[in-house]
């Protein structure tokens, strides 16, 4: 390839937008240039999720758009999830596509550049045996004041509706030496937040001498000089500890927000999802995160019609619901995938009962929510200002539980705030997001 210009799509999890963000910058050093167009571009990257849905067909039909939109001439690369699960069979039903190549291949990713630079039709990285982590000095990051981290790939649980451990390998944790690393450069160039990514944080394990654990890890993260925030996502609960909630007690830079996926509310459904705790096991972990000193913000995500699901089931979802009153949550119909143990299980749920189901649990949500969020008028919250709603004549601003607070400052928009942090005093809430005034002219 002489035009050496490349054009990437990204679909899914922070998981794979921070992919992205290495791939680009792996391109970026190896003399590529981003281009924002397909059509502009030599090298057309899709960056792939098979999460849910019927992800292969739709990988194929927007491979098909790319190729006739973009005519002769160009290199196709389908990387990410469903290129790990599809494997050689992209070659055979997109045959304009040279390169299929699944997360734990990226490492190699230079080499493949070359093979595909030295005209290579067929370039291939399914190997899901390493050791190695995608650890790249060239990340472009998309967002100029918060960035991932990531600090443990793959998955060893095998929960049985879940894609991931095929798609993503098993787990392999990065040394805490290099995530702080990472961090201390970060604050050198003005990031402020940070957010540690995993498939399940919870279960990492420093491989150096160290040999820390996830609490550790958070909490020394929040202590590199000019780091301000720290998230993580995602937690798996069997691995939950204690130590994460005395964590985020004791060290203020990490945020007090929790996202602690359930499932489901029924002890049945959980054990037959193979997801290895109780609802008691799950309730105490709430427990301590309502018990601590700061006001810890928990959201989940729920799947609705696991085969076998019974509406006895269903209610004690929406009863698990109504107990831990979550600040947000995200609601998933069940979707059949390959290669998992509940592609095999009977009883499955007609469609429109998912439908159903996930209505009801979705206005279940809202009403908590907007009784949630209406509890924080008159409260200040501090935000870091994300950017401007121009229409609104709003900030955008996001507060440490990750609730949206927008709001208007004195100042109109004289002053550029994106990236300051701000005390904004709470005036109204709706069920996804809350409206406030600044409490400052200056800034913090
Ligand atoms: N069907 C529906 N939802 C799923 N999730 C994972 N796999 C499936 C599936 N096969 C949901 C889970 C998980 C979130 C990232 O996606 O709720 O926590
Ligand atoms: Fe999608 Fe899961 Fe892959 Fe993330 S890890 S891109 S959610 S399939």
């Known amino acids: 390839m002489t035009d050496k210009t490349f054009y990437i799509e990204t679909f899914g999890c922070q998981m794979n937008a921070?992919?992205?963000?290495?791939?680009?910058?792996?391109?970026?050093?190896?003399?590529?240039?981003?281009?924002?167009?397909?059509?502009?571009?030599?090298?057309?990257?899709?960056?792939?999720?098979s999460i849910r849905d019927k992800a292969e067909q739709k990988v194929f039909h927007r491979l098909d758009q790319f190729?006739?939109?973009?005519?002769?001439?160009?290199?196709?690369?389908?990387?990410?999830?469903?290129?790990?699960?599809?494997?050689?069979?992209?070659?055979e039903r997109a045959p304009h596509v040279s390169l299929v190549a699944g997360s734990a291949s990226y490492t190699k990713l230079p080499e493949m550049l070359v093979q595909l630079e030295a005209g290579n039709r067929r370039v291939i990285g399914l190997n899901l045996e390493t050791a190695e982590t995608f650890d790249t000095p060239f990340t472009r990051r998309d967002n100029p004041h918060r960035a991932y981290i990531t600090i443990i790939e793959g998955c060893d649980k095998s929960?049985?509706?879940?894609?991931?451990?095929?798609?993503?390998?098993?787990?392999?944790?990065?040394?805490?030496?290099?995530?702080?690393?990472?961090?201390?450069?970060?604050?050198?160039s003005r990031y402020?937040?940070?957010?540690?990514?995993?498939?399940?944080?919870n279960s990492y394990r420093d491989p150096s001498p160290a040999a820390w654990d996830f609490a550790t890890l958070l909490d020394r993260v929040g202590r590199v000089p000019g780091i301000r925030r720290v998230r993580f996502t995602t937690s798996h609960p069997r691995d939950f500890g204690?130590?994460?909630?005395?964590?985020?007690d004791e060290n203020p830079a990490l945020c007090n927000h929790v996202h602690l996926p359930v499932q489901s509310g029924s002890i049945r459904v959980l054990d037959r999802m193979q997801r290895l705790y109780t609802l008691g096991d799950y309730m105490r972990r709430i427990e301590w995160m309502k018990k601590a000193r700061r006001n810890i913000s928990i959201t989940t995500d729920i799947i609705v019609g696991f085969p076998g699901e019974t509406e006895a089931d269903f209610q004690d979802t929406l009863r698990l619901l109504d107990e831990v009153e979550y600040d947000s949550l995200f609601s998933f119909k069940y979707s059949p995938r390959p290669n998992t143990a509940a592609i095999a299980m009977d009883d499955k749920i007609p469609?429109?009962?998912?439908?159903?189901?996930?209505?009801?649990?979705?206005?279940?949500?809202?009403?908590?929510?907007?009784?949630?969020?209406?509890?924080?008028?008159?409260?200040?919250?501090?935000?870091?200002?994300?950017g401007r709603n121009q229409a609104?004549?709003?900030?955008?601003?996001r507060t440490s539980q990750n609730r949206t607070l927008n709001f208007t400052h004195r100042d109109a928009a004289a002053e550029p705030l994106t990236g300051k942090y701000l005390p904004v005093q709470v005036t109204r809430a709706g069920p996804n997001s809350l409206v406030g005034e600044s409490m400052q002219c200056g800034v913090m």
């Open 351 to 386: 469609e429109e009962e998912k439908t159903r189901r996930i209505t009801i649990v979705q206005e279940k949500q809202r009403a908590i929510q907007i009784r949630r969020n209406s509890d924080l008028i008159g409260k200040i919250e501090e935000v870091l200002v994300e």
């Open 392 to 397: 609104l004549g709003q900030w955008i601003g």
């Open 242 to 248: 204690k130590s994460i909630v005395d964590a985020i």
């Open 192 to 201: 402020t937040e940070i957010q540690l990514l995993g498939q399940n944080v």
């Open 67 to 91: 190729k006739r939109a973009t005519g002769k001439g160009k290199v196709f690369a389908v990387i990410g999830c469903v290129a790990q699960q599809e494997g050689e069979r992209i070659f």
């Open 18 to 49: 921070h992919d992205s963000e290495k791939v680009v910058g792996t391109l970026v050093h190896s003399g590529y240039s981003q281009v924002e167009t397909p059509e502009a571009a030599a090298l057309v990257l899709y960056n792939t999720c």
């Open 159 to 188: 929960c049985a509706y879940c894609v991931v451990p095929f798609t993503r390998g098993p787990e392999r944790s990065r040394t805490s030496e290099s995530v702080l690393r990472e961090a201390a450069e970060l604050a050198a």
